[in-house]
Nanobody
């Protein structure tokens, strides 16, 4: 069974930068679409950023201009570069993937992803 493993989450101060990584347990599966979601305590899971196979990205309005999603297709890995972090970015961040090449309008739909990681905690606090 394919697994996604997130790493990179930690405690940072407002304005800091952080890079999250998401790696798969196998290199044989092609995850055409990958995305990052997050869930803060007491809140529903929300879409952060998604990237289609070799083209097309989508971001939540709350992170647009601050976060950048990228892929390493050879390693079936995804990354989330987070700059200018704010306290409201505090959440558990989850990586998700699907073997389908989703259309851009579906990148934010959590139900479209069949593989999920366990999450990594990001805390932004002074």
């Amino acid at each position: 069974q394919v697994q996604l493993v997130e790493s990179g989450g930690r405690l940072v101060q407002p304005g800091d930068s952080l890079r999250l990584s998401c790696e798969t347990s196998t290199r044989t599966l092609s995850l055409y679409t990958m995305a990052w979601f997050r869930q803060a305590p007491g809140n529903d899971r929300e879409f952060v950023a998604g990237i289609k196979y070799r083209t097309g990205t989508s971001y939540a309005n709350s992170v647009k201009g601050r976060f950048t999603i990228s892929r390493d297709y050879g390693q079936n890995a995804a990354y989330l570069q987070m700059n200018s972090l704010k306290p409201e970015d505090t959440a558990v961040y989850y990586c998700a993937g699907t073997s389908r090449n989703l259309i851009t309008s579906s990148l934010g739909n959590g139900e479209a992803y069949e593989v999920w990681g366990q999450g990594t905690q990001v805390t932004v606090s002074s």
